[in-house]
């Protein structure tokens, strides 16, 4: 809700957490969908909640600004004004019996929700987004999840424009009423909170298939979309079916419901929800086509669909007791996801994919102002805190959990939190104690990493011992003050290690093992080995076994040693990140000097020997020979240098592509195959590997490139290669050419919205000069729709995260863009309008004239009044202190 400029919304703690006073049995739900309004009457049956101490405390229901009260009954009497009290955003009615039934009607105007949360609509279907507190937009509720009970709910529309109803569970009812009108009823058998509630209203069709679970039971598969999508859905049916067999085998868990439906819609502020039985989709995470759908958009379809589904367990089976806990579920579930697609696909380059994310924004939100434990203690507004920590960070913890017991000790543990807890709104306590039931193991200080904000740092020499034969590794730890934490006790940190010989063997290690993991849980530690026979070279910290930053004194030849000789996939990679980073680093610090930059052949050599490799999994190449991100660098830096940063990748790529051009042209040919396409991963593998020897190549200038380029564009059969080429064409300084794809790419796909957002996401990461104003235009162009999320995401939020340059253009037009988005979102769409804010919140990081010219807009931004608690609480953070 949007607060008045004099009022200052307040902070929820976790430490006030109290059960709630009265429990719910049963929830009735009726809707009257119609044009100019909603009108929703709810039945409750309320009883007082045993486990709550005072008898006294009346019954407090959430109840957003918009909602309009229309009638108000307890048993069949109507309340008068006397009988309650409006406060804020709350409803309280005191004096009370011990079970009642409430009735409540009230009208909404969902046609006019540009918040997107709670009841609204989208492309002229109505749907909900209830997570996290977006219930309360819908009817007066104990809107929290740890208030569970089972839900009924009718709905009646024109039969003609809404043909299709759904709301969570099982069909149970329905018919048609007077006036063209319809209705249905649905019925949920499981207990749930309010936050995964779901309803669809719509004129929708939809693909359907069946799954029969392990115990023999058939479950109907419905994905819904608008008709032109129909073509679209058949790669999220089968990520679906096999998502469910998965959980079967992987973690024993069955589908529970005899339907399972996703539905499509163009309109929604994040991936996708898993209401119960009714998973509500972001169409750019469940629509895939060759033709339309680049390699990365399958895998992401693959995995958000696997991510909801799986939390039909962890998250709606066992929820959460508040939200402070988000992670119980969030954390879990990406790490059940992520487990997925790397046993469908290349595991190792799914953990380099999910690392390098990790390590640029998650890293860099606990370097900011954003700061917050895994479990934070305390917040403003939640939808802040669907956040890199609580998601990837927490997923690490829960990947440390296995890492610590075996994945064996780890099954009992989810098991015994299943059995445990089932129907329960929980705690990441409750989770980390089945760990340590499971396994026998005090789990107490692994807990840190629910409690302490902050990236580790962890500093390790090796010693070595000829006289002995022994190997000594001494770790140190230690974690930088956050901004919300300034001291922090020792983690437990898993340091899993492999000893190599210099011939590229593995040394077997104390237990006969080559790879260990040690258990780090002071500040200072060290390790020994024994029956080492010569001095190693130390693989660290493999498949990247804690969420930390690394320090090791590795000269450029142990790594490209471990590149090359290194058992553990990931850490072949990292030493590849690692010597480009510490060469880029040394050429950052000469362009700054004005030195003349000279690129040393040891990277150059390294990349050749990667390349003629012919044993090597082409995705990895391809993974290997990507330079570290401007972001990542950016991440790393002390202070921001974009100029620096930006020629010195610039630099390093161009004379890479000019030693090894013959190379890459040939690699770009071996790979150029005709085939039908296959979002495979040994498909994608090669489709990676040629399009970045295509990127190479455009990066020497040279115009024969440009033509292999062209060619691929029109030729190209598929999204990934169309796509690929049109990216390096525009992205180059070969200007006619550029905007001769930029329209003849529009034309073609003008009617595909997804297509059209990666056309838009082209322009808004264009590097050359003037982007700012190219896609200012583009904000008045017919393709843009200023109240859609894909599209503001494609175009603004990609020019402001993506392309530092023009963004960070020191005559300081891109911060003030951005401001004036905000605010304007600010009372449109506060969840994005607060996500967007992210880049300009790094201000502290800048030099001292952008730093300025940043804060200066986060300044106009909070006076320019009407704050929402969204917005609020990241400006007041970000300028804070
Ligand atoms: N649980 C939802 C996220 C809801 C975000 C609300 N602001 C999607 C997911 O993580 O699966
Ligand atoms: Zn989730």
């Known amino acids: 809700m949007n607060q008045p400029a004099t009022e200052q919304p307040s902070v929820i703690y976790l430490k006030d957490y109290e059960a709630p006073a009265f429990l719910v049995e049963q929830t009735d739900l009726r809707f009257e969908l119609e044009e100019e309004q909603t009108l929703v009457r709810s039945q409750v049956r309320y009883s007082r909640n045993p486990g709550c101490v005072s008898r006294q405390r009346p019954l407090v229901l959430d109840g957003h600004e918009s909602l309009e009260l229309q009638r108000l009954s307890i048993d069949g009497e109507v309340l008068s004004a006397q009988d309650y009290r409006r406060e804020g955003e709350q409803l309280v009615i005191p004096d009370l019996p011990d079970s009642f039934t409430l009735e409540c009607v009230t009208r909404i105007e969902p046609q006019n929700n540009t918040a997107l949360e709670g009841l609204y609509k989208s492309d002229g279907m109505f749907c909900t987004q209830c997570e996290a507190e977006g219930f309360r937009r819908i009817t007066f509720y104990q809107d929290r999840p740890d208030v569970m009970g089972l839900f009924e709910t009718t709905i009646v ?170 992670s119980l579920k969030e954390g879990f579930t990406v790490f059940r996801d992520a487990e997925f697609s790397a046993d469908m696909n290349s595991r190792t380059v799914k953990r380099i994919e999910d690392v390098t994310l990790l390590r640029t924004a998650q890293f860099a939100e606990d370097a900011g102002p954003m700061a917050h434990p895994v479990r934070p203690a305390s917040f403003i507004e939640i939808s802040n805190f669907y956040t890199l920590t609580v998601y990837e960070k927490g997923c690490e913890v829960v990947r440390m959990l296995r890492t610590l017991l075996g994945a064996e000790t780890f099954r009992k543990g989810s098991d015994l939190y299943f059995d445990r807890h089932d129907g329960q709104a929980v705690t990441t306590d409750d989770f980390v104690q ?227 051009a013959p190379v890459f042209l040939q690699v770009y040919h071996d790979n150029n195959l005709v085939e039908e396409y296959s979002p495979d991963a040994a498909s994608v593998a090669r489709r990676s590997l040629k399009n970045l020897a295509l990127a190479y190549l455009m990066a020497t200038g040279k115009e024969d490139y440009l033509m292999l380029a062209q060619q691929q564009f029109d030729e190209a059969d598929n999204m990934t290669d169309s796509q690929a080429a049109l990216t390096l064409i525009v992205h180059s300084e070969h200007r006619q050419a550029a905007s001769v794809v930029l329209e003849s790419f529009y034309q073609r796909w003008q009617n595909e919205s997804l297509v059209v957002n990666q056309w838009l996401g082209v322009q808004a990461s264009d590097p050359t000069a003037g982007a700012l104003m190219r896609v200012q235009a583009l904000l008045e162009h017919p393709a843009y729709d200023s109240t859609n999320p894909n599209k503001i995401r494609a175009l603004i939020a990609v020019f402001c995260a993506q392309n530092i340059l023009n963004f960070h253009n020191s005559d300081g037009s891109g911060y003030r863009f951005l401001a004036d988005q905000i605010i304007v979102l600010n009372t449109q769409n506060p969840q994005i309008a607060s996500r967007l804010l992210t880049p300009l919140t790094r201000w502290r990081k800048y030099p001292a004239e952008r730093s300025a010219l940043m804060k200066a807009e986060l300044e106009r931004i909070s006076v320019s009044g009407n704050l929402s608690r969204d917005v609020f609480e990241v400006l007041s953070k970000s300028l804070a202190g």
């Open 434 to 660: 089945a760990m340590a039931d499971a396994s026998g193991r005090d789990m107490s200080r692994f807990k840190l990493w629910y409690s302490q904000s902050g990236t580790p740092q962890l500093s390790i020499s090796g010693e070595y011992d000829a006289e002995h034969q022994r190997y000594t590794l001494h770790m140190h730890q230690s974690c930088p003050a956050s901004a919300d934490m300034a001291t922090k006790q020792p983690f437990l940190i898993p340091v899993a290690v492999g000893l190599l010989d210099p011939q590229g063997g593995e040394i077997p290690l104390n237990d006969g093992a080559t790879t260990e993991v040690l258990e780090l849980i002071a500040a200072e530690q060290s390790f020994v080995f024994e029956n080492i026979p010569v001095e190693p070279i130390p693989s660290l910290l493999r498949d990247f076994s804690a969420p930390v930053k690394l320090q090791f004194p590795y000269s450029s030849e142990q790594l490209v040693f471990l590149m090359q000789h290194d058992s553990d996939g990931f850490n072949r990679w990292d030493a590849a990140q690692q010597l480009a980073v510490g060469i880029m680093s040394g050429l950052i610090g000469d362009y700054q000097q004005g030195r003349e930059l000279r690129l040393e052949p040891a990277l150059i050599r390294a990349y050749e020997q990667v390349l003629s490799n012919q044993g090597l999994d082409k995705a990895m190449v391809a993974k290997v020979l990507t330079l570290p991100t401007e972001a990542y660098l950016s991440e790393l830096a002390e202070e921001i240098d974009v100029d620096a940063i930006y020629s010195v990748r610039r630099f390093v790529r161009e004379t890479i592509a000019a030693a090894l």
């Open 157 to 326: 529309a024109d039969k003609q424009r809404y043909p299709v109803l759904l709301s969570n569970g099982n069909l149970v009812d329905g018919g048609d009423e007077e006036g063209g009108k319809h209705w249905v009823r649905w019925q949920d058998p499981f207990p749930k909170p309010a936050y995964l509630f779901a309803l669809v209203g719509g004129d929708l069709e939809y693909v359907e298939d069946r799954y029969t679970t392990c115990s023999g039971r058939q479950i109907a598969l419905k994905i819904f979309a608008e008709a032109k999508d129909l073509d679209k859905l058949e790669y999220a049916m089968t990520s679906l079916k096999q998502s469910m067999q998965w959980d079967e085998q992987v973690y024993g868990r069955e589908y529970d419901l005899d339907i399972f439906m996703i539905v499509a819609v163009d309109f929604f502020n994040m991936g996708a929800m898993e209401n119960k039985g009714l998973n509500i989709f972001n169409t750019s995470c469940v629509l895939a086509h060759p033709k339309t759908t680049v390699d990365t958009g399958f895998q992401r379809v693959e995995g958000v669909v696997a991510h909801e589904y799986f939390h039909n367990w962890s998250g709606n089976r066992v929820t959460c007791r508040d939200w402070f806990q988000l």
